[in-house]
C-alpha cells in the first residue's frame, strides 16, 4: 500500500464532502461531538492552533458507506470518491458550520473573540455574528461591519474587518492528509 501526504483547504474538503467524493465506509462510528465541541473547534482553527491530521482510503474496490450526518441533497461525485478513515468529527463538524446545519448555530463575538453556540441570547444581541453568515462567499465583509458598528461595537471600523476577515479566510486553512492508495488493477 502507498501513502500520498498531500493538503488541501477546508472549503475544498467541504466541496469535495458536498459533491459525494468524501465518503465514509461502514467501520466509522456514529457522529458523537457535542454542539460545545464543534464551537471550540472553530475557536482553535480562528486562534492558528494546530488541528490535526486526515487519514483517507483510496480504493477501487468501495467499501459499504454509512451516512456522513450532512445536510443538503445527495451528490453524484464526478471523480472516485476517498474514503474517510479518520477526522470524521473534525471534518464533518465544520461542514455543518459552513453549510449552516441546523445543529451546528456558532456565533462570534467580535469584541471578545468568542466563539459559542447560538442561543435565544445571542440571537438578541446584534454583536454576536453567526459563522455561517461571515463563511458564506456572498457576504459582505463591509456590510457585517457596518452593522456591528450600528450595534454600538467599541472596537474601529478596521479591527472588527480585520477580525471578521480571519473567520472568512478559514475556509484557506489547510489540513494535512495521508491518503492510503491501493494499487489500482490495470
Avoid: C
Amino acid at each position: 500500500m502507498h501513502v500520498d501526504r498531500i493538503e488541501r483547504s477546508i472549503g475544498k474538503l467541504i466541496e469535495e464532502i458536498s459533491n459525494g467524493e468524501i465518503l465514509l465506509p461502514e467501520i466509522q462510528r456514529e457522529y458523537v461531538w457535542k454542539p460545545t465541541q464543534v464551537a471550540k473547534l472553530m475557536d482553535s482553527i480562528y486562534r492558528g492552533y494546530p488541528f490535526g491530521s486526515l487519514l483517507f482510503w483510496e480504493t477501487d474496490e468501495a467499501p459499504e458507506t454509512r451516512d456522513m450526518f450532512i445536510s443538503g441533497p445527495e451528490a453524484v461525485p464526478t471523480k472516485p470518491p476517498l474514503f474517510l478513515l479518520d477526522g470524521q468529527q473534525r471534518l464533518t463538524s465544520l461542514h455543518r458550520v459552513f453549510t449552516d446545519h441546523p445543529e451546528a448555530q456558532v456565533v462570534f463575538h467580535v469584541e471578545n473573540q468568542k466563539f459559542q453556540n447560538q442561543s435565544a441570547a445571542t440571537q438578541r444581541d446584534p454583536k454576536w455574528v453567526k459563522v455561517s453568515d461571515v463563511l458564506d462567499q456572498k457576504t459582505s465583509i463591509m456590510r457585517l461591519a457596518q452593522r456591528l458598528l450600528d450595534a454600538k461595537s467599541a472596537l474601529p471600523d478596521h479591527e472588527i474587518e480585520e477580525r471578521l476577515g480571519r473567520i472568512k479566510e478559514l475556509r484557506n486553512r489547510r489540513f494535512v492528509m495521508e491518503v492510503l492508495k491501493e494499487p489500482f488493477s490495470s
